[in-house]
Protein backbone atom coordinates (compact mmCIF):
# COMPACT_ATOMS: atom_id res chain seq x y z
CA UNK A 1 0.00 0.00 0.00
CA UNK A 2 2.88 2.32 0.97
CA UNK A 3 4.48 1.20 -2.09
CA UNK A 4 1.98 2.14 -4.40
CA UNK A 5 1.04 5.71 -2.70
CA UNK A 6 4.61 6.57 -3.43
CA UNK A 7 4.53 5.55 -6.80
CA UNK A 8 0.91 7.36 -7.41
CA UNK A 9 3.03 10.88 -6.04
CA UNK A 10 6.36 10.43 -8.15
CA UNK A 11 4.24 10.11 -11.29
CA UNK A 12 1.91 13.19 -9.89
CA UNK A 13 5.19 14.92 -9.72
CA UNK A 14 6.66 13.69 -13.22
CA UNK A 15 3.82 14.89 -14.52
CA UNK A 16 3.91 18.71 -13.28
CA UNK A 17 7.57 18.62 -14.04
CA UNK A 18 7.54 17.41 -17.65
CA UNK A 19 4.55 19.95 -17.85
CA UNK A 20 6.79 22.72 -16.21
CA UNK A 21 9.79 22.02 -18.63
CA UNK A 22 8.00 21.41 -21.75
CA UNK A 23 6.06 24.53 -21.38
CA UNK A 24 9.18 27.06 -20.91
CA UNK A 25 11.23 25.81 -24.38
CA UNK A 26 9.97 27.70 -27.26
CA UNK A 27 9.44 25.71 -30.36
CA UNK A 28 12.31 28.65 -32.32
CA UNK A 29 14.68 27.30 -29.20
CA UNK A 30 13.53 23.39 -30.39
CA UNK A 31 14.22 24.17 -33.93
CA UNK A 32 10.45 24.07 -35.11
CA UNK A 33 8.84 26.90 -36.99
CA UNK A 34 6.17 28.85 -34.15
CA UNK A 35 3.25 27.76 -36.00
CA UNK A 36 1.01 31.16 -35.66
CA UNK A 37 -2.22 31.84 -33.96
CA UNK A 38 -2.60 27.92 -34.66
CA UNK A 39 -0.64 27.70 -31.07
CA UNK A 40 -2.51 28.14 -27.74
CA UNK A 41 -0.32 27.27 -25.26
CA UNK A 42 3.62 28.55 -24.64
CA UNK A 43 6.46 26.10 -25.32
CA UNK A 44 5.86 22.69 -26.88
CA UNK A 45 3.41 20.22 -27.30
CA UNK A 46 3.39 16.80 -26.24
CA UNK A 47 3.61 15.50 -29.74
CA UNK A 48 6.52 17.81 -30.97
CA UNK A 49 8.72 16.57 -27.40
CA UNK A 50 8.04 12.85 -28.91
CA UNK A 51 8.98 13.51 -32.31
CA UNK A 52 12.41 15.45 -31.67
CA UNK A 53 13.09 12.36 -29.18
CA UNK A 54 12.49 9.91 -31.45
CA UNK A 55 9.96 8.33 -29.21
CA UNK A 56 6.56 6.98 -29.83
CA UNK A 57 3.35 10.20 -29.07
CA UNK A 58 1.52 7.73 -27.37
CA UNK A 59 4.60 6.48 -25.15
CA UNK A 60 5.29 10.21 -24.38
CA UNK A 61 2.31 10.64 -23.16
CA UNK A 62 2.13 7.81 -20.88
CA UNK A 63 5.42 9.41 -19.39
CA UNK A 64 4.36 12.70 -18.75
CA UNK A 65 0.97 11.00 -17.31
CA UNK A 66 3.25 9.29 -14.53
CA UNK A 67 2.34 5.43 -16.31
CA UNK A 68 3.74 2.23 -14.85
CA UNK A 69 6.00 2.20 -18.22
CA UNK A 70 9.08 0.73 -19.23
CA UNK A 71 11.83 3.55 -19.42
CA UNK A 72 15.32 3.21 -20.47
CA UNK A 73 18.23 5.72 -19.66
CA UNK A 74 18.80 6.53 -23.71
CA UNK A 75 14.95 7.86 -23.67
CA UNK A 76 15.34 9.84 -20.74
CA UNK A 77 18.48 11.48 -21.73
CA UNK A 78 16.54 12.07 -25.07
CA UNK A 79 13.33 13.51 -23.73
CA UNK A 80 16.00 15.98 -21.14
CA UNK A 81 17.38 17.01 -24.26
CA UNK A 82 14.72 18.33 -26.14
CA UNK A 83 13.59 19.67 -23.03
CA UNK A 84 16.76 21.89 -22.67
CA UNK A 85 17.22 20.61 -18.83
CA UNK A 86 20.98 20.86 -17.08
CA UNK A 87 22.67 18.27 -15.06
CA UNK A 88 20.48 18.32 -11.59
CA UNK A 89 17.14 18.73 -14.34
CA UNK A 90 18.04 15.53 -15.81
CA UNK A 91 18.74 13.65 -11.95
CA UNK A 92 15.85 14.63 -11.08
CA UNK A 93 13.75 13.26 -13.77
CA UNK A 94 15.54 9.83 -13.55
CA UNK A 95 14.70 9.72 -10.46
CA UNK A 96 11.17 10.80 -10.69
CA UNK A 97 10.96 7.77 -13.33
CA UNK A 98 12.20 5.28 -11.01
CA UNK A 99 15.99 4.94 -12.07
CA UNK A 100 19.16 5.31 -10.65
CA UNK A 101 20.33 9.01 -11.62
CA UNK A 102 23.30 9.59 -13.47
CA UNK A 103 26.43 11.13 -11.89
CA UNK A 104 26.40 14.83 -10.61
CA UNK A 105 27.78 16.84 -13.46
CA UNK A 106 28.75 20.86 -13.51
CA UNK A 107 26.79 23.28 -15.61
CA UNK A 108 29.95 25.78 -15.53
CA UNK A 109 33.10 25.92 -16.69
CA UNK A 110 35.84 24.63 -14.87
CA UNK A 111 37.48 27.93 -13.91
CA UNK A 112 33.82 28.53 -12.19
CA UNK A 113 33.84 28.75 -7.83
CA UNK A 114 37.75 28.89 -8.20
CA UNK A 115 38.83 31.84 -6.99
CA UNK A 116 35.50 31.70 -4.23
CA UNK A 117 36.79 28.31 -3.33
CA UNK A 118 40.47 29.93 -2.68
CA UNK A 119 39.14 32.36 -0.43
CA UNK A 120 37.33 29.53 1.70
CA UNK A 121 40.41 27.78 2.03
CA UNK A 122 42.29 30.55 3.41
CA UNK A 123 39.40 31.87 5.23
CA UNK A 124 40.12 28.11 6.87
CA UNK A 125 43.65 29.25 7.97
CA UNK A 126 45.38 28.31 10.69
CA UNK A 127 44.14 24.99 9.65
CA UNK A 128 44.75 23.03 6.42
CA UNK A 129 42.46 23.47 3.68
CA UNK A 130 42.87 21.24 0.22
CA UNK A 131 40.65 21.15 -2.73
CA UNK A 132 41.00 17.63 -4.71
CA UNK A 133 39.60 16.90 -7.98
CA UNK A 134 38.14 13.21 -9.12
CA UNK A 135 41.64 11.23 -9.59
CA UNK A 136 42.96 12.91 -5.89
CA UNK A 137 44.75 15.69 -7.60
CA UNK A 138 45.28 18.84 -5.45
CA UNK A 139 44.21 21.65 -7.62
CA UNK A 140 44.16 24.19 -4.52
CA UNK A 141 45.15 24.21 -1.23
CA UNK A 142 45.98 27.03 1.65
CA UNK A 143 49.37 28.09 3.38
CA UNK A 144 49.06 25.87 6.18
CA UNK A 145 47.89 22.49 3.82
CA UNK A 146 51.70 23.56 2.52
CA UNK A 147 53.21 23.89 5.87
CA UNK A 148 51.54 20.53 7.72
CA UNK A 149 50.59 18.15 4.78
CA UNK A 150 53.35 19.06 2.20
CA UNK A 151 50.95 19.92 0.09
CA UNK A 152 51.74 21.65 -3.68
CA UNK A 153 49.37 22.13 -6.62
CA UNK A 154 49.05 18.66 -8.79
CA UNK A 155 49.90 17.09 -6.24
CA UNK A 156 48.60 13.20 -6.45
CA UNK A 157 47.15 12.96 -2.80
CA UNK A 158 46.21 8.99 -3.26
CA UNK A 159 49.32 8.21 -5.12
CA UNK A 160 51.56 10.47 -2.22
CA UNK A 161 49.51 8.45 0.49
CA UNK A 162 50.54 4.71 -1.02
CA UNK A 163 54.12 5.95 -2.82
CA UNK A 164 55.74 8.93 -0.77
CA UNK A 165 58.38 7.43 2.19
CA UNK A 166 57.92 10.59 3.58
CA UNK A 167 54.55 11.04 3.53
CA UNK A 168 54.32 7.64 5.44
CA UNK A 169 57.04 8.24 7.92
CA UNK A 170 54.89 11.61 8.78
CA UNK A 171 51.78 9.98 8.71
CA UNK A 172 51.45 8.46 12.70
CA UNK A 173 47.91 7.10 11.15
CA UNK A 174 48.64 5.51 8.23
CA UNK A 175 48.11 1.84 8.91
CA UNK A 176 44.65 3.08 10.54
CA UNK A 177 43.56 5.20 7.53
CA UNK A 178 44.70 3.19 4.40
CA UNK A 179 42.14 0.65 4.38
CA UNK A 180 39.39 3.45 4.20
CA UNK A 181 41.55 5.22 1.41
CA UNK A 182 41.36 2.33 -0.50
CA UNK A 183 37.69 1.19 0.46
CA UNK A 184 36.88 5.43 -1.52
CA UNK A 185 38.83 4.78 -4.46
CA UNK A 186 36.55 1.50 -4.63
CA UNK A 187 33.93 3.44 -4.47
CA UNK A 188 34.98 5.94 -6.79
CA UNK A 189 36.14 3.85 -9.17
CA UNK A 190 32.25 2.16 -9.21
CA UNK A 191 30.78 5.51 -10.37
CA UNK A 192 33.72 6.02 -13.12
CA UNK A 193 33.83 2.20 -14.32
CA UNK A 194 35.12 3.32 -17.66
CA UNK A 195 37.12 6.60 -16.73
CA UNK A 196 40.39 6.41 -18.34
CA UNK A 197 41.65 8.42 -15.87
CA UNK A 198 40.89 6.23 -12.40
CA UNK A 199 41.73 3.50 -14.47
CA UNK A 200 45.63 4.85 -15.11
CA UNK A 201 45.69 5.91 -11.30
CA UNK A 202 44.13 2.09 -10.47
CA UNK A 203 46.87 0.49 -12.38
CA UNK A 204 49.82 2.44 -10.76
CA UNK A 205 48.92 1.93 -7.37
CA UNK A 206 48.38 -1.58 -7.86
CA UNK A 207 51.76 -1.86 -9.65
CA UNK A 208 53.74 0.00 -7.16
CA UNK A 209 52.19 -0.72 -3.86
CA UNK A 210 52.13 -4.06 -2.36
CA UNK A 211 49.87 -3.03 0.32
CA UNK A 212 47.61 -1.27 -2.02
CA UNK A 213 47.28 -4.85 -3.52
CA UNK A 214 46.88 -6.69 -0.26
CA UNK A 215 44.07 -3.91 0.66
CA UNK A 216 42.16 -3.88 -2.70
CA UNK A 217 41.70 -7.65 -2.23
CA UNK A 218 39.63 -7.11 0.90
CA UNK A 219 36.52 -5.44 -1.63
CA UNK A 220 35.72 -2.98 1.17
CA UNK A 221 33.82 0.34 0.14
CA UNK A 222 33.51 3.43 1.53
CA UNK A 223 31.93 6.51 0.90
CA UNK A 224 34.29 9.82 1.52
CA UNK A 225 33.82 10.91 5.38
CA UNK A 226 35.89 12.24 8.47
CA UNK A 227 39.50 10.64 9.12
CA UNK A 228 41.66 11.75 12.17
CA UNK A 229 44.88 12.37 10.94
CA UNK A 230 48.35 11.83 12.95
CA UNK A 231 51.22 13.70 11.49
CA UNK A 232 54.44 13.99 12.76
CA UNK A 233 55.60 17.73 11.48
CA UNK A 234 59.61 18.07 11.82
CA UNK A 235 59.30 21.73 12.87
CA UNK A 236 56.27 21.77 15.46
CA UNK A 237 55.95 17.36 16.24
CA UNK A 238 52.34 15.67 16.97
CA UNK A 239 49.27 17.40 15.35
CA UNK A 240 46.12 15.41 15.11
CA UNK A 241 43.26 16.52 12.89
CA UNK A 242 39.60 15.82 12.08
CA UNK A 243 39.78 15.62 7.69
CA UNK A 244 36.20 16.04 6.88
CA UNK A 245 35.44 15.43 2.72
CA UNK A 246 32.84 17.77 1.65
CA UNK A 247 31.23 17.34 -2.12
CA UNK A 248 30.56 20.66 -3.68
CA UNK A 249 27.21 21.00 -5.11
CA UNK A 250 27.95 23.67 -7.93
CA UNK A 251 31.50 21.14 -9.30
CA UNK A 252 30.55 17.89 -8.16
CA UNK A 253 34.05 17.32 -9.53
CA UNK A 254 36.08 18.29 -6.39
CA UNK A 255 36.07 17.65 -3.12
CA UNK A 256 36.89 19.94 -0.46
CA UNK A 257 39.13 18.31 2.41
CA UNK A 258 38.88 20.58 5.36
CA UNK A 259 41.24 19.84 8.95
CA UNK A 260 40.13 20.47 12.14
CA UNK A 261 42.60 19.83 15.25
CA UNK A 262 41.14 17.78 17.22
CA UNK A 263 40.28 19.08 20.99
CA UNK A 264 42.89 18.21 23.98
CA UNK A 265 46.30 17.25 21.60
CA UNK A 266 48.15 21.10 21.82
CA UNK A 267 47.19 21.01 17.53
CA UNK A 268 45.26 24.62 17.63
CA UNK A 269 48.41 26.01 19.38
CA UNK A 270 51.14 24.25 17.24
CA UNK A 271 49.07 25.75 13.98
CA UNK A 272 49.09 29.03 15.63
CA UNK A 273 53.33 28.49 16.22
CA UNK A 274 53.55 26.87 12.75
CA UNK A 275 51.93 29.67 11.02
CA UNK A 276 54.29 32.65 12.78
CA UNK A 277 56.47 34.43 10.31
CA UNK A 278 59.93 33.31 12.11
CA UNK A 279 59.10 29.46 11.78
CA UNK A 280 57.27 29.66 8.66
CA UNK A 281 60.49 31.14 7.32
CA UNK A 282 62.45 27.87 9.35
CA UNK A 283 60.04 25.31 7.43
CA UNK A 284 61.75 26.97 3.76
CA UNK A 285 65.13 25.60 4.57
CA UNK A 286 65.61 21.88 3.31
CA UNK A 287 64.22 18.78 5.64
CA UNK A 288 65.86 15.46 5.37
CA UNK A 289 63.51 13.13 3.67
Not at 118 to 137: E, K, T
Amino acid sequence: MRASSERTRRGAELRDFLRSRRARVSPAEAGLPEGGSRRRTPGLRREEVAVLAGVGASWYQWLEQGRNITVSPQVLDAVARVLRMNGAERRHLYMLAGLNPPLPQSDHDRDYLCEGMQRLLDGWLPNPAVVLDPYWNAVGHNESARLVLDVKDQDNCILDFFLSARYRARNRSWERNAPRIVAQLRASLAEWPEDEGFQELFERLRGESGKFRELWAQGDVSPPGQLVKEMEHPVVGALVFEATTLRVPARPDLQVVLHNPVPGTCTAERLERLLTPEVRRSTLRPVAS
